[in-house]
């Protein structure tokens, strides 16, 4: 199974809103209401940030939304802080009941 | 709340195999599906497979079939990763991660094991 599609980076300035795409397929994102987000600092393990495309965890904060048209989900992030700097993944429940990572997106506040 | 730990640093020869053990807190290990996941330097997380709470079910991603094994000891709360025929390219670490109740994402996870193989 191909890893999802994302953008390598992305980068925005403190305050403003990003989005990160995560394009799959009919086999996985399209089929699957079942799309998590994580983040990930350097050396450290990954934190779920959103699960079944668009809810959150308990204490995860509400600038990190989730949402999916197609294909295609997407992260978005608003108020954009300096912490928010780091790598983000979005995973994809998918055929033969496997699971799958996109490639990861850096991102960076200006 | 669930805390997963994990043994401790491998140094492989090529073409050995590595068992990675990940022993879980609190009563709930008999429920929980296991994953395990891993991450070469520098690059993406990548699924590696999940084993269910009885242990009898495993799926693993394509890449790994006929390398990896999954395993679990119900009596220890613990889950063990194999991987055979190492090559330089499983230098990774690897995760165990697992999921809560009514949610649908890996929510714990385990503080890492650094393979590295190398002749």
């Known amino acids: 199974q191909s890893a999802l599609t994302q953008p390598a980076s992305v980068s925005g300035s403190p305050g403003r809103s990003i989005t990160i795409s995560c394009s799959g397929t009919?086999?996985?994102?399209?089929?699957?209401?079942?799309v998590s987000w994580y983040q990930q600092h350097p050396g450290k393990a990954p934190l779920l940030l959103i699960f079944?495309?668009?809810k959150r965890p308990s204490g995860v904060s509400n600038r990190f939304s989730g949402s999916k048209s197609g294909n295609t989900a997407s992260l978005t992030i608003s108020g954009l802080q300096a912490e928010d700097a780091a790598d983000y993944y979005c995973?994809?429940?998918?055929?033969?009941?496997?699971?799958?990572f996109g490639g990861g997106t850096k991102l960076t506040v200006l | 709340q669930v805390q997963l730990v994990q043994s401790g640093s491998e140094l492989k020869k090529p073409g050995a195999s590595v068992n990675v053990s990940c022993k879980a807190s609190?009563?709930?290990?008999?429920?929980?599906?296991m994953h395990w996941v891993r991450q070469a330097p520098g690059q993406r997380l990548e699924w590696m497979g999940v084993?269910?709470?009885?242990?009898?079910?495993?799926i693993y991603a394509q890449r790994f079939q006929g390398r990896v094994t999954m395993t679990r000891a119900t009596s220890t709360s613990t889950v063990y990763m194999e991987l055979s025929s190492l090559k330089s390219e499983d230098t990774a670490s690897y995760y165990c991660?697992?999921?809560?109740?009514?949610?649908?994402?890996?929510?714990?996870w385990g503080q890492g094991t650094l393979v590295t193989v190398s002749s």
């Open positions: 991660a697992t999921e809560k109740e009514a949610v649908a994402g890996l929510v714990y």
């Open positions: 609190g009563n709930t290990f008999s429920r929980r599906y």
């Open positions: 084993i269910d709470p009885s242990g009898v079910s495993t």
């Open positions: 009919s086999s996985d994102v399209g089929t699957y209401d079942y």
């Open positions: 079944d495309v668009s």
């Open positions: 995973c994809s429940f998918g055929r033969g009941s496997t699971w799958v």
